[in-house]
Structure formats: C-alpha cells, structure tokens
T-cell receptor
Framework: DQQVKQNSPSLSVQEGRISILNCDYTNSMFDYFLWYKKYPAEGPTFLISISSIKDKNEDGRFTVFLNKSAKHLSLHIVPSQPGDSAVYFCAAGNSGYALNFGKGTSLLVTP | NAGVMQNPRHLVRRRGQEARLRCSPMKGHSHVYWYRQLPEEGLKFMVYLQKENIIDESGMPKERFSAEFPKEGPSILRIQQVVRGDSAAYFC??????????????FGEGSWLTVV
C-alpha cells in the first residue's frame, strides 16, 4: 500500500530553468514532509522539509510547497544546475512512526 | 565522522548463508530505521528500533529477517538463509527523536548485498 506516490519516474530540465518535482500522499495523518536527494551508490541526503502547519518552505534554490487539501507537495529547484541531477525522494511521516517514501523521480539537468 | 556508519559497504553471500549488516547511528541519536531499496524501486521501510526495543517491524519479512539495537553497540540487521531476491541496497537511518512531526532522519551510505 503506497501511501506516498511520485508519479513521474523521470524528469529532464535544461540548466538554468526550473525543475518541479511532484508528490502525492494518501494518509491525512501525515504531519511532516521531507525531500531527499540520492546519487548512485550513495545514501539519501536530506534536502528540505515542511511541517503540515505551513504551506511553503524555502532554502536557497529549493522551495517546497504543501497543499494539504489536495494532499500534494512539490519541490521547486530554481535555477537548476547539472549537479542537481539525481534521484529525488519524497517522504512523509507522523509522530511515532517511521517515514514513508515514494519511489523517487530521477532528475536530469542538461547543459 | 559523526554521520551514520554502515558496514560492510558491500557484501557477497551464497544462497543459504547468513548476512549481517551493521549500523552505528549518529552521535546522540537513539532511533534507528532500516530501509531496503530493491533494483528499480524506491525505499521500503523495514523496521524502526530504539535501544533494546523494536518499535515497528511492520515492513520486515516474517521469516529469515531480524533486527536488533542493543544497549551497547551497533544495530544489526540479520538475514538468514539468503536467497537471490534479498539482493538489494540496505540503508540505515537515525534520528534524535522518533517519527514525524519535525523529526529528520539521516541516512548512512548503505550496504549493498549481493546473493550469488
């Protein structure tokens, strides 16, 4: 039962443009959402998070938007850089439980 | 290195052997999580542990797999009588508090198990 879904397995964006990665969830009890970035043969690294009491969180080139009524969140990267090419995982959780992850979206930023 | 430490990074086992994967959490973290990534798939939750306690093992296969996090020493994920389908990357993560609500978990570099 996939509670966190990333419906786009891959995305290709030109350098300098905006990358938008999407994520949907089904469990209304989730109150904390995170994005992780993963390079091949490495562990996921934490990128940015957002609490359910907010609808936006920004950190440099990365912004996460949360739409609770639609159970949808997105990660915006602007401007995109070739070094951003990686697999991005969306995760969601609530107190006392482990995080649930999506299947990931592979982002390719082309020069 | 104050990060999550996993070893071995790579492990090759023959079918029927046992695999033991170790994880030392970040300093100050008492919550440990194990995730598995099968080829072409995302991160699947396996088990969530605190010191000497299993909090949630709902993602753990019922047979052959076990996990512990003793009072002293690293967390261990143990797979008995491995089969080819166990070949995967196993990631350990840790956190200072449990679950969501502002709790970020930090991952190790992973242990890649290959069953031949």
């Amino acid at each position: 039962d996939q509670q966190v879904k990333q419906n786009s397995p891959s995305l290709s964006v030109q350098e300098g443009r905006i990358s938008i990665l999407n994520c949907d969830y089904t469990n209304s009890m989730f109150d904390y959402f995170l994005w992780y970035k993963k390079y091949p043969a490495e562990g996921p690294t934490f990128l940015i998070s957002i609490s359910s009491i907010k609808d936006k969180n920004e950190d440099g080139r990365f912004t996460v938007f949360l739409n609770k009524s639609a159970k949808h969140l997105s990660l915006h990267i602007v401007p995109s850089q070739p070094g951003d090419s990686a697999v991005y995982f969306c995760a969601a959780g609530n107190s006392g439980y482990a995080l649930n992850f999506g299947k990931g979206t592979s982002l390719l930023v082309t020069p | 290195n104050a990060g999550v430490m996993q070893n071995p990074r790579h492990l090759v086992r023959r079918r029927g052997q046992e695999a033991r994967l170790r994880c030392s959490p970040m300093k100050g973290h008492s919550h440990v999580y194990w995730y598995r990534q099968l080829p072409e798939e995302g991160l699947k939750f396996m088990v969530y542990l605190q010191k000497e306690n299993i909090i949630d093992e709902s993602g753990m296969p019922k047979e052959r797999f076990s996990a512990e996090f003793p009072k002293e020493g690293p967390s261990i994920l143990r797979i008995q009588q491995v089969v080819r389908g166990d070949s995967a990357a196993y990631f350990c993560a840790s956190s200072s508090t449990g679950g969501g609500s502002g709790n970020t978990i930090y991952f190790g570099e992973g242990s890649w198990l290959t069953v031949v």
